[in-house]
Structure formats: structure tokens, C-alpha cells
T-cell receptor, first 113, second 111 residues
Framework: DTAVSQTPKYLVTQMGNDKSIKCEQNLGHDTMYWYKQDSKKFLKIMFSYNNKELIINETVPNRFSPKSPDKAHLNLHINSLELGDSAVYFC????????????FGDGTRLSIL | GDSVTQMEGPVTLSEEAFLTINCTYTATGYPSLFWYVQYPGEGLQLLLKATKADDKGSNKGFEATYRKETTSFHLEKGSVQVSDSAVYFCALVSGTYKYIFGTGTRLKVLA
């Protein structure tokens, strides 16, 4: 069973389009995250939700909007895609108790044409 | 604020060489420390962890010791293999959910 699963794995689209990435975890964790990884492998936190409540909202363009329908799901919607949005987006989850590691999905590679 | 600094790569080694990837941190309180590994085309996987000072985390031949006095958590392996080629991330969590990652170190092992 995949612990943290993201769909789609690859996303190729035109500038200006709107797209969504979905994430689901079956670990029973309370907290979920979205990260952006650039071509140099630098990992940047974007958002975090704890039990459907937004708890981390880093400096991210408001074209990016997370949505958490329940604590097992965290989706990311991106409006008006730009060339600079090309990256790999990772979903992760962790227990609320803070000394435990995060679990990551396999990533969604977004390419903007 | 909290931060993690790890050595820049790439690190290129021959098979069976000794590996050290340096990681130092600054944090308020008592963080837990992690090493993650990312193989090409995959997500980050937990490699090892340590939750308090002097703890040693180990997995797959890799080790790291939580050194509070030097605020370090260096990753070591006695004999690397080609299959260890990947990007390695040092990370900490201090408090409930704020995870801080280093910039990653790419390791390339040559046969």
C-alpha cells in the first residue's frame, strides 16, 4: 500500500492554464504539506494543513490554492500557470507530535510549455 | 530562526570509499534530526533519525550521531556503493510541525 500518493506523476501544460494536483495519505497522520523542488533540488515549503486547518502559508503567489477536504487529502490548485512554476511538487504528511519524520509522495513533475 | 546547513556537492567517490556529508544546525529548543535520501525520479525517503543528544541513527550502513555540543549531525558510511548515488538531505523539526531542510548534497559513486 502506498503511504502518500500523488496524482498525476507528470503534468505537461501550456502557460495560462489552470491545473490541480491531488494528494492522499493512508497513514492516519494529522498534518499534510506541499513542497516545491526546483531544478537544483532545493526544497521549499509552500503550505501545511493540520486536520483541515491551514497552519503554514509561506510566501507563495495567490495563484496557488491548497484545499483539504479531510485530513487524509490535500490538493493543490494552480491558476494561470507561468513558466516559473515548472518544478517537482511533493506532498508529505506527518503525525502532529513533532519529533517524527515526514513521509513523502513520489512527486508531480510539472512542465509548462 | 531555525536553520540547517549542509555541505555543497556534488560529492564524487569511488566505490568502497568512505563517505562523510557534513550537516550543522541552529535551533531553539531540542530538535529531532533526520537524514533523507532522494533517488532519481523519486520522493524523499527517511534514511535515519535521532531525537536527542548523543543518539546515533543508523540504517543501510549509514550512521549519524546527534552532537549537541557542536550542533552537528554528519552522515557517514564506511564503504559506499554505486547504488548509493542519490541526493541526501539533512533536516530538523523543532516544535510540532515546522520542518527545516538543508539544500541537499548530491552523491555520485563511480564503479
Amino acid at each position: 500500500d502506498t503511504a502518500v500518493s500523488q496524482t498525476p506523476k507528470y503534468l505537461v501544460t501550456q502557460m495560462g492554464n489552470d491545473k490541480s494536483i491531488k494528494c492522499e495519505q493512508n497513514l492516519g497522520h494529522d498534518t499534510m504539506y506541499w513542497y516545491k523542488q526546483d531544478s537544483k533540488k532545493f526544497l521549499k515549503i509552500m503550505f501545511s494543513y493540520n486536520n483541515k486547518e491551514l497552519i503554514i502559508n509561506e510566501t507563495v503567489p495567490n495563484r496557488f490554492s491548497p484545499k483539504s477536504p479531510d485530513k487524509a487529502h490535500l490538493n493543490l490548485h494552480i491558476n494561470s500557470l507561468e513558466l516559473g512554476d515548472s518544478a517537482v511538487y511533493f506532498c508529505a504528511s506527518s503525525p502532529l507530535r513533532g519529533n517524527q519524520p515526514q513521509h513523502f509522495g513520489d512527486g508531480t513533475r510539472l512542465s509548462i510549455l | 530562526g531555525d536553520s540547517v546547513t549542509q555541505m555543497e556537492g556534488p560529492v564524487t567517490l569511488s566505490e568502497e570509499a568512505f563517505l562523510t556529508i557534513n550537516c550543522t544546525y541552529t535551533a531553539t529548543g531540542y530538535p529531532s534530526l533526520f537524514w533523507y535520501v532522494q533517488y532519481p525520479g523519486e520522493g524523499l525517503q527517511l534514511l535515519l533519525k535521532a531525537t536527542k543528544a548523543d543518539d546515533k541513527g543508523s540504517n543501510k550502513g549509514f550512521e549519524a550521531t546527534y552532537r549537541k555540543e557542536t550542533t552537528s549531525f554528519h552522515l557517514e558510511k564506511g564503504s559506499v556503493q554505486v547504488s548509493d548515488s542519490a541526493v541526501y538531505f539533512c533536516a530538523l523539526v523543532s516544535g510540532t510541525y515546522k520542518y527545516i531542510f538543508g539544500t541537499g548534497t548530491r552523491l555520485k559513486v563511480l564503479a
